[in-house]
């Protein structure tokens, strides 16, 4: 992503990983096939030199070194260790290096620190200066992720504005602080928070199923009386589990961070949410997960929006070991119809009404953007009666569905009959 930036402003970079290029333009939405396609420009065109290994880089010793990541677990921190280490063999003298990524208050001033001293024989703030900036990329666009304010803090007086300047080129807003733990607990505190707030939707959707109120109604008027943070729930255990993941690694016993352990249970089941929708739909059908002929509509809020290589959402392979025979309509990602992506036993469509065909139930997890030429009625005449509609993304009106004979349902919705 930042080596994708910083070649779009035309500054030559080394990216340093195994990354791959999207083939074709637009043939994938979201920032990450944005990124994967400006790649494969930037590197056809020497602005970015893709490099397998650090080690590559000792022939010319960058003066300014941005290291990406996220302090998680023991894994990420041993990867991180040992890149560090092989890029303290030739780190020169005034080197600038900027850590980036999301981790534990006070990891960068000292376990980081540590590191680079011990394997460099450097000091920082004296032979060369170190950074931190908390970037948290969530898979929004290019644009709307250069556009957010941005936080650079270090470690003595002129490691920030160092920094600054470095990141301006390809941030527009990004402001200094001398509190470097603060900035990294701050980096934790915005990630946390929409963790939390999605299992609260997950909760306050449950309650409407329990009362027979639809939980997108209550939504809109919620909005109208001024209460805005609220939206629908997302299933997929999503990048804000990050912050939480390591919020909660540097904790103690299990009372320490309650209220975010119970968001991470909470967000977890979302699959577990998934398939027992699916599995009350078919019931309405008078059908059973075995021999069910299930179609899956996108994998919006089923998959992770920043694996560069894609892998079946769980959900597919689940329901496969219950004996589904399974369609999908991937939406406009090419990546899916690549043979070995999804198994044998998954019929891969390009369009979402062949998809469709013959079903009892269609899971649709489509964004808008890709939704625009199906409708109700289309579906209906393309499924089994009965059929039933799982609509994750609510694209769909629920009457519009009932009206054509289908069965709707959705979380924090329920089931409603025809």
């Known amino acids: 992503m930042l080596s994708t930036l910083f070649a779009e402003v035309g500054q030559p970079n080394c990216l340093v990983g195994h990354f791959d290029e999207a083939k074709s333009k637009g043939t994938e939405t979201g920032g990450l096939s944005e990124a994967r396609w400006l790649l494969g420009v930037h590197q056809k065109a020497g602005t970015t030199t893709l490099l397998s290994n650090v080690e590559e880089l000792s022939m010319s010793p960058p003066s300014i070194v941005i290291l990406t ?40 001033g000292t376990i980081l620190r540590e590191m680079i001293e011990k394997h460099s024989g450097h000091r920082i703030g004296r032979d060369i200066q170190l950074s931190y900036v908390p970037l948290f990329w969530g898979g929004e666009t290019l644009q709307k992720f250069r556009e957010k304010p941005k936080l ?31 900035a990294e607990a701050a980096g934790l505190f915005g990630p946390i928070y929409r963790d939390v707030l999605r299992a609260l939707e997950f909760e306050l959707a449950s309650l409407c199923e329990v009362d027979d109120v639809d939980y997108s109604e209550a ?50 089941a979302g699959e577990q949410k998934v398939l027992e929708l699916v599995k009350n739909a078919l019931s309405l059908c008078g059908k059973r997960f075995r021999h069910s002929r299930i179609a899956i509509l996108g994998f919006s809020g089923l998959e992770s929006p920043r694996d560069p290589k894609p892998s079946p959402p769980p959900i597919i392979r689940t329901l496969e070991r219950r004996g589904a025979i399974l369609s999908v309509y991937p939406g406009r990602d090419n990546r899916w119809f690549e043979a070995g992506v999804l198994s044998d036993g998954v019929r891969v469509e390009n369009s979402p009404l062949r998809a469709a065909s013959k079903s009892s139930c269609v899971l649709v997890a489509l964004d808008r953007s890709d939704f625009c030429e199906i409708s109700p009625q289309k579906l209906a005449s393309e499924m089994s009666r009965p059929g039933a509609i799982c609509d994750l993304s609510r694209v769909l009106e629920a009457s519009n569905v009932e009206r054509v004979g289908l069965f709707y349902t959705s979380i924090g919705r329920g089931s409603s009959g025809t």
Request: net charge positive; proline share 4%.
């Open 219 to 268: 939504l809109d008027l919620c909005r109208q009386s001024g209460t805005d943070n609220l939206g629908l729930p997302h299933t997929f255990v999503a990048r804000d589990a990050i912050a939480s993941s390591i919020a909660i690694s540097g904790t103690g016993g299990r009372s320490s961070m309650s209220v975010v352990r119970a968001a991470r249970r909470i967000n977890e």
């Open 152 to 182: 650079v803090a270090g470690i003595g007086a002129g490691a920030p504005s160092s920094a600054q300047e470095i990141f301006l080129s390809i941030f527009p807003s990004i402001s200094t602080s001398a509190k470097l733990g603060a």
């Open 69 to 108: 990541g996220h302090a998680v677990s023991q894994r990420e921190l041993g990867e991180l260790e040992r890149t560090t280490r092989a890029l303290c063999r030739f780190l020169p003298h005034g080197a600038s290096l900027t850590f980036t990524g999301l981790c534990r208050p006070n990891f960068t």
